[in-house]
């Protein structure tokens, strides 16, 4: 086959914890990622000459070598060069649903999905232990989105110990379409804010990350508790992100009083703010209802749902 196409799904944050600093300069994390339904469509093939094109229709996705995606095929190349050279450069095509720049990890997302494509492409047979390692030199949630499901992530996000399926839970998920958070930034002003409370030696960082594996969340999707996980849900930066932006708080507490709704919280740095649902019925009555609030074309809403897996091929 000379062309695949892949689907790569979303993630959501169900707690995100910041224990401290670690010495490469990035933060010690606890972390549960889930995977969600809303997903962007990569279509990659060969191209005869040795070049690496981005086709994407979204204003807000470069098409250049700052593209997570292009970047994962740059690593490709550079780390299987007689595949490369046998089969030549690739053209990826993405197709957008995932809003950008949104604590959804939609580049990280598409990234995975080149790595996995290329993998079929070039016949390497890589695993998916490979393909996470591979993923992680690109970005802390590439690994994660290579297999996805329900998973507690910690060190930078990279280091993942998968926890059962979750059953279905539906999802209402909204988004500024204008309003982007930097992941940098909310980190940065995280630091400066509540640094002095971070635990400074290895030992206690490594004990603190290990406690979330038997953490009351934990615990409640063991149980397939979705009201006991709906409480437990934790986002450290929800910190800075809220009172910066009051579009942001806004959702969040329009959300807490909509009937159905187990729980709400942001997404890894935001703006995205989402709900965990007691049924797909509510869950589209929420959506109305939060369009008939704020009636401004610039609110994105969807309806997804939890899923267990990362990459497929269509
Ligand atoms: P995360 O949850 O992993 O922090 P995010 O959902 O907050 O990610 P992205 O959608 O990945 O953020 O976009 C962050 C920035 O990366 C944007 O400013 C965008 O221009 C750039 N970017 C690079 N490659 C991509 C891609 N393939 N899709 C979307 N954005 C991309």
Redesign the pocket.
Known sequence: MHSYTLIAP??I?LYLEIIGDRPDGYHELAMILQSIALA?QIDICSISTDIIR?N?K?P???LDK??????AAELMAKKFPDAFAQYGGVEIT?K?N??????????????AAVLVGIDLLWNLGLTKSELEELGAIL???VPFCVSGGTVIATARGEQLSPLPSLDTIYIVLAKYRSL????AWAYTNYRQQFGSSYLRDTENLAARAAAVHSGEIVQAILKQNPVTIAQKMHNDLERVVLPAYPQVLQLRELFATGEGVLGTMM????P?VFALMESEQQAQALKQQVRAAIPDEDLELFVTRTITHGIQVA
């Not at 700052?66 to 970047?71: H, I, K, T």
């Not at 995932?98 to 990234?111: E, Y």
């Not at 982007?180 to 992941?183: A, G, I, L």
């Open positions: 979303a993630k944050n962007d981005i994407c979204h807000q996705v470069p700052s593209n997570l995606a292009y970047r993405v957008k995932i809003p950008v720049a949104a604590g959804l990890a939609g580049g990280s997302t598409n990234a970005g802390s949630d982007e958070v930097s992941t997404s890894g740095s935001g995205t």
